[in-house]
């Protein structure tokens, strides 16, 4: 059974910290990996999808990556902003279970 | 502006009733999927229809359920018989291919009066 966990679950930094939001899953099986911003009741945005058979993706100051080895993808953020300020999900894809496994997200507050 | 609609984005709920949640999309997509988050916890699949007219259960089924009749519309009913129907909804919508990439609603916040 693939399951998906996330840490921390909650994180605050000053503004212009670079910071790194850790995801891990149970079965390597994989097929990508996606990690989704959601702003306080709303729904999610896709931020980075990461397909197996590469290492990491890059958007601005977002880095992703994956290494199915040992279960594990981060997501990075570079110079961090008050904007950045949401929560950060993780979801694993895999043909197998053919859906979308969540983890339970990082709270990220970026103080000026 | 293509994307998913859903609504109402509040809804109160009375003990012992039926209510049903919308959502519409305008993208063409065939697959459409309902989601359960629960506060700290991450999205739990209730149920999802590749196609017209088919639906499967997911993970949570129990207490909803679904119709889909069109293409663009997939509204979940969440019933008497789901104890504890207190979350936030969301909607999704797959483009097609393998890469499993969704779409996302604003979701619908459902409480019980």
């Known amino acids: 059974k693939q399951e998906v966990t996330q840490i921390p679950a909650a994180l605050s930094v000053p503004e212009g910290e670079n910071l790194v939001l850790n995801c891990s899953f149970t079965?390597?099986?994989?097929?990508?990996l996606q990690w989704f911003r959601q702003d306080p009741g709303k729904g999610l945005t896709s931020l980075l999808l990461?397909?197996?058979?590469?290492r990491e993706q890059t958007s601005g100051r977002l880095n992703a990556s994956l290494d199915k080895s040992s279960g594990r993808s981060t997501l990075y953020i570079a110079a961090s902003q008050p904007g950045d300020s949401a929560t950060y999900l993780c979801?694993?894809?895999?043909?197998?279970?053919?859906?979308?496994?969540f983890g339970a997200g990082t709270r990220l507050a970026v103080h000026p | 502006d293509g994307g998913i609609t859903q609504s109402p984005k509040y809804l109160f709920r009375k003990e012992g009733q039926n209510v049903t949640l919308s959502c519409e999309q305008n993208?063409?997509?065939?697959?459409m999927y309902w989601y359960r988050q629960d506060p700290g916890q991450g999205l739990r699949l209730i149920y999802y229809s590749q196609i017209v007219n088919d639906f499967q259960k997911g993970d949570i089924a129990e207490g909803y359920s679904v119709s889909r009749e069109k293409k663009e519309s997939f509204p979940l009913t969440v019933t008497s018989a789901q104890k504890n129907p207190t979350a936030f909804y969301l909607c999704?919508?797959?483009?097609?291919?393998?890469?499993?990439?969704?779409?996302f609603g604003a979701g619908t916040r459902l409480s019980v009066l």
């Open positions: 999704a919508s797959k483009i097609p291919g393998p890469k499993n990439i969704q779409y």
């Open positions: 979801a694993a894809f895999s043909g197998g279970y053919n859906k979308l496994i």
């Open positions: 993208l063409n997509h065939d697959a």
């Open positions: 079965d390597s099986a994989i097929y990508n």
């Open positions: 990461i397909q197996s058979s590469q």
